[in-house]
């Protein structure tokens, strides 16, 4: 079993930032590719970015320039540094562990960019 826990979200003007964090209950973790994930009201999940073992980043075209992840495996966490923010990223983002036996999730950490 792994526990996720995100946590960093808030109520931010745009162009403010904010840093997600993800935790990771087991060590094992660092050894796979991390993903983010949103979810706007009314909206399907999307995948925000992505993060390999050896540090490896995707992003989808809406934070290119803007979002950046990174981890930290001495600390079991991988981050979500976002700038820049839009009232169109307003969203609860989750931290993603796929594995062959288990899809993990954390809870969710909600984002608001709003003046």
């Known amino acids: 079993q792994v526990q996720l826990v995100e946590s960093g979200g808030g109520l931010v003007q745009p162009g403010g930032s904010l840093r997600l964090s993800c935790a990771a209950s087991?060590?094992?973790?660092?050894?796979?590719?991390v993903y983010w994930y949103r979810q706007a009201p009314g909206k399907q999940r999307e995948l925000v970015a992505s993060i390999t073992s050896s540090g490896t980043t995707t992003y989808t075209d809406s934070v290119k320039g803007r979002f950046t992840i990174s981890r930290d495996n001495a600390k079991n966490m991988v981050y979500l540094q976002m700038n820049s923010l839009k009232p169109e990223d307003t969203a609860v983002y989750y931290c993603?562990?796929?594995?062959?036996?288990?899809?993990?999730w954390g809870q969710g950490t909600q984002v608001t960019v709003s003046s």
């Open positions: 087991r060590t094992m973790f660092m050894i796979y590719t």
């Open positions: 993603n562990l796929p594995l062959a036996t288990q899809d993990y």
